[in-house]
């Protein structure tokens, strides 16, 4: 069966507007913490019915809440008042017809375990035994879903109607934020720098060739004797922000805690490294779209990524598909400047044939349209025929979704 696939040119690439604004949340950012804590329980049920079953059950855990806590920093230490409350909801299956009897899969447990590794895995000063209140809601999910997961060899329908986004490459802009980021909660930083917690929020400007940062990290008030150390240590992270920005094509400038009162004595000090400890609260698909930014001058999919099942939630694999195709089109399609894929699903029609997957390219000058448009359609079908092993790609944390 031929797939819909469709090919169209756009006149202008996102570096060729005269504005562009760029945000990304840290992995410390109270709405990132609820992503990945979605997430995680996700890839922890799906590793456990593969283990035990030799396929992945239908759940859907993409609904999370993180409510901030309450905390007293103070330089040279500080402590939590009040706990954070993550909970986490949604559909999963919890008994399994397996060898003739129904198997029981304890999915409170397996996802509250997810939870709690994820956050100490993330966060270095906060201990999910004594600063979070963890909890779960997730019930069985609709009885007939179980069957569809069971025809392994068959390619899963969508289980919904949803769109999925992606589009390459970055742009100037987009590179500087997310690698600000990067550098900022690197392992090789924070034993340099372990004053600097994780909750690092990075906003760009860029107007023709000037860009503007502002960056606001979280730090940990524990590292810190007293407001000295704090402005030593802010000088170091911005020299080390500078160096990087220097490297990049544009006219940047740097500010950091800007909101930052020495006068007063008000500094951006938490005791745990994260807002969320007082400071602000959290929502799954709020933060960071599917390749890790939030960039409004882009095309891109509302869709929250993170807790959606990796088999057959279109929401979830049709944004990590049209990432990649979007990536591979500009690297192996000569011409082609940028790209964007839009692949839109139907509820019960298999994964692998979308209602459209439809790509807009911005041509380099002397490129013609009719020269790039089957090897675009190319890519666009190879990466649907090959959907199944995103599935895998998920699992391993091998495609960026938040």
Do not use: W
């Not at 894929?341 to 979308?354: C, E, K, T, Y």
């Amino acid at each position: 069966m031929s797939r819909n696939l469709h090919v169209e040119t756009i006149p202008n690439s996102v570096s060729d507007l005269e504005v562009e604004i760029v945000e990304r949340k840290g992995i410390g950012h109270p709405d990132s913490i609820i992503d990945g804590a979605c997430e995680a329980v996700s890839i922890a049920l799906s590793k456990y019915y593969l283990d035990n079953f030799g396929v992945i059950f239908h759940h859907n855990v993409d609904k999370g809440l993180l409510v901030g806590g309450k905390s007293e920093a103070v330089f040279g230490g500080g402590r939590m008042i009040e706990p954070i409350y993550i909970l986490v909801a949604g559909r999963a299956t919890d008994i399994v017809p397996f060898d003739g009897r129904e198997e029981k899969v304890p999915v409170e447990q397996i996802s509250r375990d997810a939870i709690a590794r994820y956050i100490k895995g993330t966060l270095r000063f906060l201990d999910p035994e004594k600063h979070l209140r963890l909890e779960t809601m997730i019930r069985q999910g609709s009885p007939d879903l179980i069957s569809v997961f069971l025809r392994k060899k068959q390619m899963p329908v969508a289980n919904d109607t949803s769109v999925g986004v992606g589009f390459a490459p970055l742009s100037p802009t987009e590179r500087a934020v997310y690698d600000i980021e990067q550098l900022l909660n690197s392992r090789k930083f924070k034993r340099r720098y372990p004053e600097v917690g994780e909750d690092v929020k990075v906003m760009g400007l860029r107007v023709k060739d000037k860009l503007t940062v502002t960056v606001a990290a979280a730090m940990v008030s524990g590292k810190i004797p007293d407001a000295g150390h704090y402005e030593s240590v802010i000088g170091d992270v911005r020299n080390e922000v500078d160096d990087l920005l220097a490297k990049g094509a544009l006219d940047a400038s740097l500010r950091l805690n800007s909101g930052d009162d020495p006068k007063r004595g008000s500094y951006y000090l938490t005791v745990t490294g994260t807002s969320a400890e007082q400071g602000d609260d959290g929502n799954t698909g709020r933060g960071n779209r599917v390749n890790g930014l939030i960039s409004p001058m882009r095309q891109y999919s509302m869709e929250a990524t993170a807790g959606k099942n990796p088999v057959n939630h279109t929401g979830k694999l049709f944004n990590a598909v049209a990432i990649i195709a979007a990536d591979r089109i500009t690297k192996e399609v000569k011409g082609v400047r940028e790209a964007y894929v839009r692949i839109l699903s139907r509820i019960g029609n298999p994964i692998d044939q979308p209602l459209i997957a439809s790509a807009a390219v911005v041509l380099a000058k002397g490129t013609s349209f009719s020269q790039v448009k089957p090897e675009v359609e190319a890519v666009l079908d190879e990466s649907l025929a090959g959907i199944r092993d995103v599935t895998g790609l998920i699992l391993e944390s091998k495609v960026v979704l938040f």
